[in-house]
Nanobody
Framework: QVQLVESGGGLVQPGGSLRLSCTAS????????MGWYRQAPGKQREMVAT????????GYADSVEGRFIISRDNAKNTLWLQMNSLQPEDTAVYFC??????????WGQGTEVTVSS
C-alpha cells in the first residue's frame, strides 16, 4: 500500500508563514520526483513547486517564485513546502504528488491552507 500524508495546513494571516510536510510510505521515495499542487475553490488544480529525485533542481509557479521553497530528505521519505509572505490568493487545498511513471503516480489526501485576516 502506498500512502502520502500531508500535514501542516491551517489558518494564517496575510504575510505569515507556514510549512507543509508530506511523508511517504510504500514506495522507494528516492525514485520519485515530487511536487506540491494546490486547488482553490472553483479552480483547476495547479502546480506550485516541483523537485527532482535527488533534490538538486526545483521549479516554481510564477505566483509563488521567491516566496515558497520546496525541499526533500530521501532518508526520511519526507517532502516539505516552506511558504512565506502568504497572501489570500494562496488559499487552497495543497496536495503532495509522487511521480515516477504514469502507472506509478500518487497523490496525498490534501491539507487545507487558509490565508485570511
Amino acid at each position: 500500500q502506498v500512502q502520502l500524508v500531508e500535514s501542516g495546513g491551517g489558518l494564517v494571516q496575510p504575510g505569515g508563514s507556514l510549512r507543509l510536510s508530506c511523508t511517504a510510505s510504500g514506495i522507494n521515495f528516492g525514485f520519485y520526483a515530487m511536487g506540491w499542487y494546490r486547488q482553490a475553490p472553483g479552480k483547476q488544480r495547479e502546480m506550485v513547486a516541483t523537485i527532482t529525485t535527488s533534490g538538486d533542481m526545483t521549479g516554481y509557479a510564477d505566483s509563488v517564485e521567491g516566496r515558497f521553497i520546496i525541499s526533500r530528505d530521501n532518508a526520511k521519505n519526507t517532502l516539505w513546502l516552506q511558504m512565506n509572505s502568504l497572501q489570500p490568493e494562496d488559499t487552497a487545498v495543497y496536495f503532495c504528488n509522487a511521480y515516477w511513471t504514469d502507472d506509478l503516480n500518487y497523490w496525498g489526501q490534501g491539507t487545507e491552507v487558509t490565508v485570511s485576516s
